[in-house]
Each structure stands twice: as C-alpha cells, then as structure tokens.
C-alpha cells in the first residue's frame, strides 16, 4: 500500500506561480498512474489532472489546461504539478492520488491511494 504525502502549497498572488510536490512511499511510484485533485470547502473534489505511469502522457481538466503542468521522476517517487497564471478561484486544497488500474478516471472515488492535501490559497 502506498503513502502520499503533499507539499508546496501556500499563499500567492493573483498571476503567481506554485509548485506542488507529492512523494510516495511504501510502494514503488512507477506502479501507479498518479493525478491531482483540488476541492474547495464545501464543494466536490474535483480532478485536475493526471500522469501515466512513464511520464509519458499528461492529462489535464479544462479549467487548468496551458496553466498547470504535471511531471513525474519515478527515481525520486515523486509527482508534480506546477501551476502558474493562478487565479482566485484556484483556491483549493490539492490531493494527489494513486491509482494500480489502466484508465484515468476524473472521478474522485475511482483512485485508490491519498495524500492529506496542502493547501493553496490565491488572494486578489
């Protein structure tokens, strides 16, 4: 069973830029098709996009596409989602996710491994 844990988050500026980082442990990253989600308080969570396994294909909601970038270094066990341009309503706290399947899956109860979240806040 793998172990997510999140970084990165904080607050920025309207425009900013932030790097999320999410290292896995107990298990070999490489295995797992890894993603992002976000969920803003008291509402769903919500995908924001995804890695294969090799690093190979990204995959993005249409809310972050050209602003956000996911990348991935399997010798590090590590994911990232880099956002730049941020909005106030990128205000969120961000969970990065594991999943041992072969379809990426925007719903949030398809994935089977969590992180806690970090949270990321964009002020006006």
């Known amino acids: 069973q793998v172990q997510l844990v999140e970084s990165g988050g904080g607050l920025v500026q309207t425009g900013g830029s932030l790097r999320l980082s999410c290292v896995a442990s107990g298990g070999t990253a490489s295995s797992y098709i890894m993603g992002w989600f976000r969920q803003a308080p008291g509402k769903e969570r919500l995908f924001v996009g995804a890695?294969?396994?090799?690093?190979?294909?990204?995959f993005y909601a249409d809310s972050v596409k050209g602003r956000f970038a996911i990348s991935r270094d399997n010798a590090k066990n590590t994911v990232y989602l880099q956002m730049n341009s941020l909005k106030p309503e990128d205000t969120a706290a961000y969970y990065c996710?594991?999943?041992?399947?072969?379809?990426?899956?925007?719903?949030?109860?398809?994935?089977?491994?969590w992180g806690q979240g970090t949270q990321v806040t964009v002020s006006s």
């Open positions: 890695v294969t396994r090799s690093g190979g294909s990204t």
């Open positions: 996710a594991a999943d041992g399947g072969t379809l990426i899956y925007h719903s949030a109860s398809q994935w089977d491994y």
